[in-house]
Nanobody, 116 residues
């Protein structure tokens, strides 16, 4: 059974850091390009970072230089290290397969709130 579980969100002040984790089960994790998405209130879900099976990375311009995506295939986990957080980074963060025709069932996401 395919399952995605995101964690690590929270409330942080502007300029702070958080590290998100996403455990994916039920797929051959090591053979999948993984991505982190976010959805802010009233906005569409957007892809912010993705990582290939050989750990090549691509970032949205809005997070480039501040966020780092990584993966641990043995743990079937993808991470998102978020530094220099801004108020506009506030959103629910999800992970999924950015290159899949049909995404995996979405997890519950993890809320990130950046506020002073």
């Amino acid at each position: 059974q395919v399952q995605i579980v995101e964690s690590g969100g929270g409330l942080v002040q502007p300029g702070g850091s958080l590290r998100l984790s996403c455990v994916v089960s039920g797929v051959i994790f090591s053979a999948r390009v993984m991505g982190w998405y976010r959805q802010a209130p009233g906005k569409q879900r957007e892809l912010v970072a993705r990582i290939t099976i050989v750990s090549g990375t691509i970032y949205a311009d809005s997070v480039k230089g501040r966020f780092t995506i990584s993966r641990d295939n043995a743990k079937e986990t993808v991470y998102l290290q978020m530094n220099s957080l801004k108020v506009e980074d506030t959103a629910v963060y999800y992970c999924n397969l950015p290159l899949a025709t049909i995404p995996l069932p979405w997890g519950q996401g993890t809320q990130v709130t950046v506020s002073s």
